[in-house]
């Protein structure tokens, strides 16, 4: 086997002594286009090659952009961590790789390398293990010279023994239509454990078929999903042992890829886990990948409503989101309120993207925003949206915009403090930044029970009176929000409650909102979550910190005279409270070896 990594791409190339076995694949730029400065892109990064141990076959190949401090490293220990004991593996560094290595590192590590923690930001890499067994090889070099002047080349060269034959499951008693799924594809986790294998079959029970016929008209799950095979093995995987869920409940709807083709390793799986599903086959000749998937989440939808028309309810998912097993339990608990309360029309199982927020799974809360991943509608909700949602390819929205602007016009939606659905997976639209630090590292709740606050608690008119109740009893505070020490817990006998009034005139567009919130540790890219101009954040005492928007909240009202409003008017009033803003603070400190310095950076100690 011989491995190449530089500054101009990486290849492979490997072959088997004793049988017909020959595999290579090249990733390089040009020689004319290496001496010009070419930037980091998709194609740069860690390529990681999956090779059958019997056959020789090439299972999987994926590049990630850890070139990048933010997500890819995530995603790479995710892969690299679903790749089942005897396979090897191969990595190679393309262009560049190991600056972000930091988050995968602890996974590395426990699968035996020795140099990646060590590599140098822009080194040259390659690894070549055995999982479960032993490294094969593993080199590194620094290039410290411009990726477009660099001739540096890492070359790498390994004699790998094969065993003969090799016993694919201990477990006799898994099916083969598991074990040829297994045998073709790689990174596919727990289904693929040759020691414990998640044992599947194709064949449902008389139970199955009596919770059908109990549950079919209270709600139906549909999953979207493409073609990332790994992706929605592990979301089906775990959607399956979310409490009151059945395999009749759900729909799995597939869009073909840009060509028209679906990969039938998919269907294979599905078949297996005993689901329906539906294809739906892309549009030709669309403008952009938004486009296509702009239509893809309409044809969902209606595939939706047309498998269960007596449902009560319809849940959506995508392929790479992960729900916790009171997921269902969490939604339908809500969903009554979306009949009762018509400035409601959904429930939604993530929560806001707010960093600073005391995680305790029994507070539940209201906003306006988007639904996210892992959300529930009335049908009714779902016709309706279908009815106004264009079917012209020309036409095209952000699925999340057209839902949140279109679909939810102003209403808000239900959803937990602590998550139970997390959006996992890395796709088209992914902002590696916005999602590692808002969604990513998010928790996501465990399943445990716990006690909920009633439906009718979350009915505009007994939340409000709630807020009321507690703002008029909040202590107010005038800190700078930007600077350490702004939140301190209350004295003993003190309110439990804070609240701090912040300028707001435009709920939909405030620059103070977002220099606010980037101080404070909340979503500062839109006004998103809001509630009435005012944003919750519980804090581990007990109480919460209360932002309050002025003048476009309605509890204004609770601010004493003597208090002032946060506004930062004029640009020297904007550049003194930025110089406390960790966000736009100097990234050069930042380790590749973890995040933890650039989080320390992102988010100012609250003491």
């Known amino acids: 086997m011989d491995v190449e990594s530089s500054s101009r791409g990486a290849a492979l190339k490997y072959s088997c002594l004793r049988k017909e076995c020959h595999q290579e694949w090249n990733s390089s730029i040009s020689a004319s286009s290496a001496k010009t400065y070419l930037p980091l892109d998709v194609h740069d990064g860690v390529v990681m090659t999956v090779i059958h141990d019997i056959t020789g076959a090439i299972l999987l190949r994926k590049t990630f952009n850890t070139w990048n401090a933010y997500t890819y490293a ?12 005897g396979r090897v593996v191969v990595m190679a560094v393309r262009r560049a790789g190991t600056y972000g290595l930091g988050a995968a590192l602890p996974t590395l590590i426990g699968l035996g390398s020795l140099l990646a923690p060590h590599a140098p930001a822009y080194a040259l890499w390659v690894w070549v293990f055995v999982v479960g067994g032993r490294t094969l090889i593993e080199t ?5 010279h411009p990726l477009h002047k660099s001739t540096v080349t890492l070359c790498s060269n390994v004699l790998m023994p094969l065993p003969r ?9 898994v099916h083969n239509l598991q074990l040829r799924l297994c045998d073709s594809n790689a990174a596919m986790g727990p289904l693929c454990d040759p020691i414990w294998p998640k044992v599947m079959s194709p064949v449902l029970s008389v139970a199955d078929e009596n919770s059908r016929r109990h549950t079919e008209s209270e709600v139906g799950v549909v999953v979207c999903a493409g073609t990332r095979l790994q992706y929605l093995t592990h979301t089906l995987s775990h959607l399956l042992k979310v409490r009151k869920v059945s395999p009749f409940k759900v729909l799995v709807v597939l869009g073909t890829d840009h060509n028209g083709t679906l990969d039938s390793n998919i269907q294979s799986l599905l078949q297996l886990f005993g689901l329906q599903y539906k294809i739906i086959n892309s549009l030709p000749d669309v403008l952009s990948t938004n486009h296509r998937l702009f239509q893809f989440y309409r044809a969902a939808w209606k595939a939706g409503v047309e498998t269960f028309p007596n449902a009560k309810y319809l849940a959506f998912l995508d392929e790479d989101v992960e729900v916790s097993p009171d997921w269902l339990e969490m939604l339908l608990h809500y969903a009554p309120a979306l009949e009762l309360d018509a400035s409601l029309w959904c429930v939604s199982g993530i929560s806001a993207a707010h960093v600073n927020m005391y ?8 906003g306006s925003r988007q639904p996210g991943w892992g959300f ?6 779902a016709r309706a949206a279908i009815a106004i949602w264009p079917d012209k390819s020309s036409i095209s929205l952000l699925y999340d915009t057209f839902l949140y602007k279109i679909v939810g016009r102003g209403r808000e939606c ?17 902002l590696p930044y916005v999602h590692h630090l808002y969604f990513l590292e998010r928790p996501l709740h465990d399943g445990s029970l716990v006690k909920l606050p009633p439906m009718s608690s979350l009915t505009r008119e007994i939340y409000e009176s709630q807020i009321w109740s507690r703002l008029s009893r909040a202590s107010p505070i005038t800190r700078n929000p930007c600077a350490s020490g702004f939140i301190k817990p209350p004295e003993i006998n003190e309110p439990m409650d804070l609240v701090f009034y912040f300028y707001l005139d435009n709920p939909e567009n405030s620059l103070e909102w977002t220099l606010l919130a980037e101080c404070v540790g909340a979503w500062p890219y839109s006004t998103q979550g809001m509630h009435s101009g005012s944003v919750e954040l519980p804090q581990p005492w007990g109480g919460s910190l209360w932002l309050i928007g002025v003048p476009a909240s309605p509890y204004k009202f609770f601010k004493p005279f003597h208090i002032p409003v946060w506004y930062p008017s004029t640009d ?22 973890t995040l933890h310095v650039a989080a320390n950076q992102l988010f100012l100690q609250k003491y």
């Open 74 to 85: 995530h995603d790479l220990a995710w892969w690299v961590q679903k790749v089942r004991a």
């Open 140 to 144: 590194v070099v620094a290039n410290p």
């Open 165 to 173: 034959n090799t016993t694919l499951f201990f477990n006799t008693k």
């Open 359 to 366: 995680s305790d799974p029994r507070l539940i809360m209201r």
């Open 376 to 381: 529930l509608v009335l049908i009714d909700e």
């Open 414 to 430: 239900i959803y937990p403090v602590v998550s139970r659905s997390r959006h996992y997976g890395v796709g088209v639209n992914t």
């Open 572 to 593: 020297k009033a904007y550049d003194e409270q930025s110089s406390f803003v960790s966000f736009v603070r100097s990234m050069k400190v930042i380790s590749n070896r």
